[in-house]
């Protein structure tokens, strides 16, 4: 009789034991098929003025035509229309508006609708959903493609009431670029005409305020961090201008430090990088910095997947094509750096430009420096080594697609369907956001990634 309890105790146990480990297989199972799994870190990288064409003379200047970038091994591409809502070529506001929104709005309006109400960004829903944020940049840290992820200014050249919204606001944990004379009253060396110094604010706050490399790598990743790093007060300095680089981190270091520090909030991070030296050197016709500074986001890309881990979303798109950048004539394959600057053996320039202040004809009220109705003056160059076909200062912007790049946890939750489409619907809520076409129930937003005419979908759900 105690032999056959023995037994049944025995045999019960086995069958609890083989009922647990079916429930938990079908769990994992449910988890893995079924369940949405957020990724932990949200990064969107913006270079502007990334446009397909900038792609192949980056790839050539930075290790000849054979060669590869980061961004080439990120697993899906797409292309996106990005028409603000009153021109075919937006402006800087409105492209960043729609990056950070998914809204589509006129040029010259930076986050906020037609009524004048505010719009709510990326960066906003990120802390409602309690992920920690940070936004690392290369120029100013309200300059608009910046400004239109934290602030609703009703006038885009405001610079001071954007820098006081970024403080008062309180929406971004941690914060690196340029700019400092927006922060500082004109009695302390900045810009600010309200005699607020906003640095000062901020320490108050619980910021740890940084302005050197130095100081930014001994800030400890240990702690919740609340940093604001001010490099400039001004934008940060070229790569070429290595003296005054001396004292001030790369975009690189910037992405490395931000991601070693938002990691520390287990309901993860979204981190915004814009890479402006690229728009500011494009709009300058400076061939070699404008190729340099894309090189330049194209290695914070390698730093921020090699960082970041597996659980991580990494999107690269640009924001709105700039001057016409080509490379021209027949370079040699192993061709690169310097060897692509300047003039070929022909006497011919490597590089050209469609618009810019290096311009060799002028139409309407621009005209060019050095020249008076028309006639050439002694003062003005004879020859261009970068010579652009009409001048503007600054170059124009371009009716032109631009290109995006992404790679991460979202991919496990694409769907397919047997077409190919090369237009990036919005990564709304996520990453971004062009041509908003949302379900009926407004719930789902959809992006379309090109790899083997694979299309993606992704819920507005992975970023809460």
């Not at 003056?377 to 001048?391: D, H, T």
């Not at 789902?444 to 992704?458: A, P």
Request: aromatic residues 8%; proline residues 4%.
């Amino acid at each position: 009789m105690r032999a056959y309890i023995a037994l049944v105790k025995w045999r019960n146990q086995l069958l609890a034991l083989f009922c647990l480990l079916a429930f938990a297989g079908l769990g994992v199972l449910y988890f893995q098929h079924w369940v949405i799994r957020k990724p932990f870190g949200i990064i969107l990288f913006i270079g502007e003025g990334l446009a397909p064409g900038r792609l192949a003379p980056t790839r050539a200047y930075a290790g000849g035509a054979g060669g590869h970038l980061s961004l080439d091994s990120m697993t899906h591409l797409a292309l996106l229309t990005n028409s603000s809502k009153d021109f075919a070529a937006p402006d800087q506001a409105a492209a960043a508006t729609a990056l950070a929104t998914g809204v589509r709005v006129t040029n010259r309006v930076i986050a906020i609708n037609g009524d004048g109400k505010p719009i709510t960004s990326i960066v906003e829903l990120a802390r409602e959903n309690r992920r920690a944020t940070g936004l690392v940049t290369d120029v100013k840290v309200t300059d608009a493609t910046n400004a239109a992820f934290y602030a609703h200014p009703v006038d885009p050249n405001d610079v001071d009431s954007i820098a006081a919204e970024f403080v008062d606001g309180g929406k971004i944990d941690i914060a690196m670029g340029g700019g400092a004379a927006q922060f500082l009253p004109s009695a302390k060396g900045g810009e600010r005409q309200d005699g607020r110094d906003l640095l000062l604010e901020l320490r108050r706050n619980g910021f740890d305020i940084v302005r050197t490399r130095a100081e930014l790598e001994a800030i400890p990743a240990w702690r919740r961090p609340k940093l604001f790093g001010a490099f400039s007060n001004i934008e940060l300095a070229f790569a070429n201008q290595m003296e005054e680089r001396s004292q001030q981190p790369s975009l690189s270091d910037m992405v490395r430090r931000a991601i070693e520090l938002l990691q520390y909030n287990a309901g993860g991070y979204l981190l915004v990088v814009d890479a402006g030296l690229m728009r500011k050197a494009a709009e300058e016709n400076n061939g070699e910095r404008t190729l340099s500074e894309t090189v330049e986001l194209d290695r914070a890309v390698s730093v921020a997947r090699r960082y970041a881990g597996q659980r991580s979303t990494i999107v690269v798109c640009g924001d709105a094509a700039i001057g016409g950048l080509s490379l021209n004539g027949f370079p040699f394959r192993k061709d690169s750096g310097i060897a692509l600057l300047g003039l070929n053996s022909a006497g011919q320039p490597w590089i050209t430009w469609a618009t810019g202040p290096n311009g060799t004809k002028s139409y309407g009220a621009a005209k060019i420096p050095g020249k008076l109705n028309g006639n050439q003056s002694n003062q003005l160059k004879a020859e261009q080594i970068e010579p652009a076909a009409f001048y503007a200062k600054p170059a124009l912007g371009t009716v032109e697609d631009v290109v995006a790049f992404g790679s991460g946890s979202f991919a496990t939750n694409f769907s397919h369907r047997s077409n190919s489409c090369c237009a990036l619907q919005p990564l709304d809520k996520i990453a971004p956001a062009w041509q908003a076409e949302r379900g009926r129930d407004g719930s789902q937003f959809y992006f379309t990634f090109t790899q083997h005419s694979r299309v993606g979908r992704l819920n507005k759900e992975a970023i809460s």
